[in-house]
């Protein structure tokens, strides 16, 4: 798969917008933020017309302000290219939400011609929230064609903000899409257009800018954003995935290096198979293995219920994956080692109670975690469902309060926090999967939360003021902690290296944190 990148340079000073691009023999200058529009032109329809074609691609966010199910996404505007280059009729294009984390998908029926993209949304973080903002996509960005009765497929196209920062952004684009999960996503969100994949697809316009623009072996070689479902490898590597279809590895403290799963969706889950396999899953259904340490990559989506895959596990001699589908999740199941298209058996079905699982806003995500030898699934708002691999058999259990955190630390033990008041809040532990639950005093508000063993671990308190916190350290299973460091981070994940004494922590900007000394040294590392 090959992409193409084109830059832009853009700063925000108030609401008045600078664009500075790059004149470079390569195509550079091609995206500024700005504004939001004022007069909206009419949506195209949700129905297919006759006489018309249709086209769908798909935004991804490889930005650091692109939480886990950033779903504040803008419609997509497209405005059709007249004979002589003069701009024509204008559409808007809504955002597809389901399947997906941290990108967006937008498919519509159009009238024959050729058209170019002209502003899409991007996520910018500001010390109240994320949110949407504008980039116009310039006039050299490559074009394509609608053809009467035929499927155009653009790929991807790649939005790249430096960690750090929303003032520099890059698009790229898909230069030659393979087309390898367009008939799935046709035929499970859009379905009215199911006929066009009886035709060749099409892809870019094969025209000036598409020869100009630099071509890359990916845009995600450049730069690939996050660090999502970490683990420690027996190694002391760590692996993990990241915003744009890239596992990444590496010794932390260096640059990670890049595995390529092959396409550009957010790995949101990772597993270590114990045959040393990898695999990686995420967005639009994809699911991938691979046997060489991330050198080559292999579907094993088989008929796995579509969706976003939110986590994998290897447990009980099976391969386990929880799919997230509007408001359902999905716990479904295949033998390891099975070939390369497994039948997977569907083990859990649950109804998440918030609804669609991108508009629970907290930390509350549905995913699943490994609890002994069960799966406990978190079922926003206030239930979890329990899958026993041996038994087959699958329970939901309420929990006595609505949950704002939830973790699984370790030690077999299930926590979550509940906020009781403006300053207070509530933290309730089981270690009996959640039958019997004890409420504990009040606490610092503890995010990220990892013990040790059953009393020794590390978790992190939000500030008094926004975008700071502690480090706190606990020697009676979190019943009690005690401050460690202060840090201008937030911090909704740690895991533990307990062969060599190491915490992680992973802050929202997709940043690596190592904690040495008993977790009471933290500094920011690359990787």
């Not at 006039?139 to 499927?151: K, N």
């Amino acid at each position: 798969m090959k992409f193409s990148c084109l830059k832009s340079r853009t700063a925000l000073a108030g609401r008045r917008l600078l664009c500075l691009g790059f004149a470079v023999v390569s195509l550079f200058v091609t995206a500024c933020v700005s504004g939001p529009r004022t007069a909206p032109p009419p949506h195209v329809e949700a129905r297919l017309k006759a006489g018309e074609g249709a086209f769908l691609v798909r935004v991804v966010a490889n930005a650091p302000t692109a939480g886990p199910y950033f779903k504040n996404w803008a419609d997509l505007i497209v405005v059709g290219v007249q004979p002589d280059g003069s701009n024509g009729s204008q559409y808007t294009v809504p955002a597809s939400l389901d399947a997906s984390s941290r990108s967006a998908l937008f498919v519509a029926s159009l009238p024959p011609g050729q058209y170019r993209l002209a502003k899409l949304s991007s996520a910018s973080r500001g010390p109240a929230g994320t949110w949407s903002q504008w980039i116009d996509v310039g006039l050299r960005f490559p074009r394509f064609e609608v053809h009467l009765g035929q499927l155009t497929d653009l790929g991807a196209v790649v939005q790249t903000m430096q960690p750090g920062t929303s003032k520099s952004v890059e698009l790229g684009y898909d230069a030659v899409p393979d087309h390898e999960i367009a008939s799935d996503l046709v035929r499970e969100l859009a379905p009215r257009f199911g006929s066009f994949l009886d035709k060749p697809l099409l892809g870019w316009s094969n025209d000036t800018a598409r020869a100009l623009a630099r071509t890359t072996d990916g845009l995600a070689s450049f730069t690939s954003v996050g660090i999502a479902d970490p683990h420690v490898l027996p190694d002391g590597r760590l692996i993990a995935g990241s915003y744009d279809g890239m596992v990444k590895t590496g010794v932390p403290g260096s640059r990670a290096q890049l595995h390529d799963i092959g396409q550009r969706v957010s790995v949101e889950a990772v597993a270590l198979l114990p045959d040393a396999s990898w695999v990686a899953a995420g967005e639009y259904g994809v699911i991938r293995l691979s046997r060489d340490d991330g050198a080559s990559w292999i579907s094993v989506h088989g008929d796995l219920p579509y969706g976003l895959v939110c986590s994998v596990h290897a447990v009980a001699g099976q391969l386990v994956a929880t799919v997230l589908r509007a408001d359902r999740a999905i716990v479904a199941s295949t033998v390891l080692g099975a070939d390369p298209s497994p039948h997977w058996t569907v083990r859990a079905t649950y109804t998440l109670k918030s609804g669609p699982f991108w508009q629970f806003a907290s930390g509350y995500a549905a995913r699943s975690f490994i609890v002994g030898d069960q799966v406990v699934t978190a079922l926003p708002a206030d239930f979890i469902g329990i899958w026993d691999p041996k038994t087959g058999e699958s329970i939901e259990r309420k929990l006595p309060d609505t949950v704002e955190r939830f973790a699984a630390p370790g030690g077999d033990t299930l926590r979550f926090m509940s906020i009781s008041g403006m300053f207070a809040n509530s933290t309730y532990v089981s270690s009996n999967l959640g039958v019997t639950w004890e409420k504990l005093p009040t606490l610092p508000f503890i995010w990220g939360i990892a013990l040790s063993d059953a009393s020794h671990g590390v978790g992190w308190a939000a500030g008094l003021q926004i975008g700071t916190g502690n480090f706190f350290k606990t020697a009676d299973g979190g019943r009690t902690w005690t401050q460690s460091r202060e840090e201008r981070t937030v911090v909704p994940e740690i895991i533990l290296d307990k062969v060599r004494g190491i915490a992680y922590a992973i802050d929202s900007n997709g940043s690596l944190w190592m904690g040495k000394d008993d977790a009471s040294n933290w500094e920011r590392i690359v990787f």
